[in-house]
Nanobody, 115 residues
Framework: VQLQASGGGLVQPGGSLRLSCTVSGGIWSINAMKWYRQVPGKERELVAG????????HIADSVKGRFTIFRDYGNNAGYLDMTNLKVEDTAVYYC?????????WGQGTQVTVSS
Protein backbone atom coordinates (compact mmCIF):
# COMPACT_ATOMS: atom_id res chain seq x y z
CA VAL A 1 0.00 0.00 0.00
CA GLN A 2 1.34 3.39 -0.94
CA LEU A 3 -0.31 6.67 -0.08
CA GLN A 4 0.04 9.95 -1.90
CA ALA A 5 -1.00 12.99 0.10
CA SER A 6 -1.46 16.42 -1.44
CA GLY A 7 -3.36 19.67 -1.13
CA GLY A 8 -1.45 21.58 1.52
CA GLY A 9 -0.46 25.18 1.15
CA LEU A 10 -0.56 28.67 2.57
CA VAL A 11 -3.96 30.10 3.40
CA GLN A 12 -5.23 33.06 5.37
CA PRO A 13 -7.21 32.60 8.59
CA GLY A 14 -10.79 31.76 7.73
CA GLY A 15 -9.77 30.15 4.47
CA SER A 16 -10.24 26.59 3.25
CA LEU A 17 -8.15 23.76 1.91
CA ARG A 18 -8.84 20.22 0.77
CA LEU A 19 -6.26 17.54 1.45
CA SER A 20 -6.35 14.33 -0.54
CA CYS A 21 -4.79 10.95 0.08
CA THR A 22 -4.73 8.54 -2.84
CA VAL A 23 -4.31 4.83 -2.16
CA SER A 24 -2.35 2.74 -4.64
CA GLY A 25 -3.98 -0.63 -5.07
CA GLY A 26 -7.41 0.79 -4.42
CA ILE A 27 -9.17 2.16 -1.37
CA TRP A 28 -10.87 -1.18 -0.75
CA SER A 29 -7.44 -2.68 -0.01
CA ILE A 30 -7.38 -0.88 3.34
CA ASN A 31 -9.63 -0.99 6.38
CA ALA A 32 -9.46 2.58 7.56
CA MET A 33 -7.87 5.92 6.82
CA LYS A 34 -6.86 8.59 9.30
CA TRP A 35 -5.46 12.08 9.10
CA TYR A 36 -2.91 13.24 11.67
CA ARG A 37 -1.10 16.50 12.08
CA GLN A 38 2.12 17.39 13.79
CA VAL A 39 3.75 20.59 14.90
CA PRO A 40 7.49 20.58 15.67
CA GLY A 41 8.05 19.79 19.32
CA LYS A 42 4.57 18.40 19.84
CA GLU A 43 3.03 14.95 19.61
CA ARG A 44 1.23 13.86 16.48
CA GLU A 45 -2.48 14.56 16.81
CA LEU A 46 -5.26 12.46 15.32
CA VAL A 47 -7.50 14.85 13.40
CA ALA A 48 -10.02 12.63 11.66
CA GLY A 49 -10.58 9.13 10.41
CA UNK A 50 -13.07 6.76 8.87
CA UNK A 51 -13.59 3.09 8.27
CA UNK A 52 -13.63 2.19 4.58
CA UNK A 53 -16.74 0.07 4.96
CA UNK A 54 -19.57 1.48 6.92
CA UNK A 55 -20.15 4.89 8.39
CA UNK A 56 -17.77 5.00 11.32
CA UNK A 57 -15.97 8.31 11.40
CA HIS A 58 -14.00 10.31 13.93
CA ILE A 59 -13.43 14.04 14.09
CA ALA A 60 -11.27 15.57 16.82
CA ASP A 61 -13.00 18.08 19.05
CA SER A 62 -10.44 20.70 18.07
CA VAL A 63 -11.66 20.68 14.46
CA LYS A 64 -15.26 19.54 14.81
CA GLY A 65 -17.60 21.71 12.81
CA ARG A 66 -14.76 22.94 10.59
CA PHE A 67 -13.19 19.78 9.13
CA THR A 68 -14.95 17.04 7.21
CA ILE A 69 -13.55 13.71 6.15
CA PHE A 70 -14.93 11.63 3.30
CA ARG A 71 -13.94 8.96 0.82
CA ASP A 72 -14.23 8.68 -2.96
CA TYR A 73 -14.24 5.06 -4.04
CA GLY A 74 -14.00 5.97 -7.71
CA ASN A 75 -10.77 7.89 -7.21
CA ASN A 76 -9.41 5.53 -4.54
CA ALA A 77 -8.90 8.49 -2.26
CA GLY A 78 -9.80 9.94 1.08
CA TYR A 79 -10.20 13.66 1.62
CA LEU A 80 -9.99 16.10 4.46
CA ASP A 81 -11.97 19.27 3.84
CA MET A 82 -10.78 22.05 6.12
CA THR A 83 -12.78 25.24 6.46
CA ASN A 84 -12.56 28.29 8.69
CA LEU A 85 -8.89 27.55 9.18
CA LYS A 86 -7.14 28.99 12.18
CA VAL A 87 -3.50 29.82 12.81
CA GLU A 88 -3.36 26.92 15.25
CA ASP A 89 -4.22 24.52 12.43
CA THR A 90 -0.76 25.12 11.00
CA ALA A 91 1.03 21.77 10.91
CA VAL A 92 2.28 19.00 8.67
CA TYR A 93 -0.67 16.76 7.87
CA TYR A 94 -0.22 13.04 7.29
CA CYS A 95 -2.58 10.38 6.07
CA UNK A 96 -2.40 6.88 7.46
CA UNK A 97 -4.03 3.74 6.15
CA UNK A 98 -4.68 0.60 8.14
CA UNK A 99 -4.58 -2.82 6.49
CA UNK A 100 -5.18 -5.49 9.06
CA UNK A 101 -2.64 -4.84 11.80
CA UNK A 102 -0.34 -2.90 9.49
CA UNK A 103 -0.23 0.85 9.09
CA UNK A 104 1.02 2.76 6.10
CA TRP A 105 1.90 6.43 6.03
CA GLY A 106 1.88 8.94 3.24
CA GLN A 107 4.36 11.76 3.05
CA GLY A 108 3.29 14.83 4.95
CA THR A 109 1.79 17.90 3.40
CA GLN A 110 2.37 21.29 4.98
CA VAL A 111 -0.59 23.47 5.89
CA THR A 112 0.25 27.00 6.93
CA VAL A 113 -2.44 29.38 8.13
CA SER A 114 -1.15 32.90 8.30
CA SER A 115 -2.16 36.42 7.43
Amino acid sequence: VQLQASGGGLVQPGGSLRLSCTVSGGIWSINAMKWYRQVPGKERELVAGFAIAGSVTHIADSVKGRFTIFRDYGNNAGYLDMTNLKVEDTAVYYCDADQGQDSYWGQGTQVTVSS
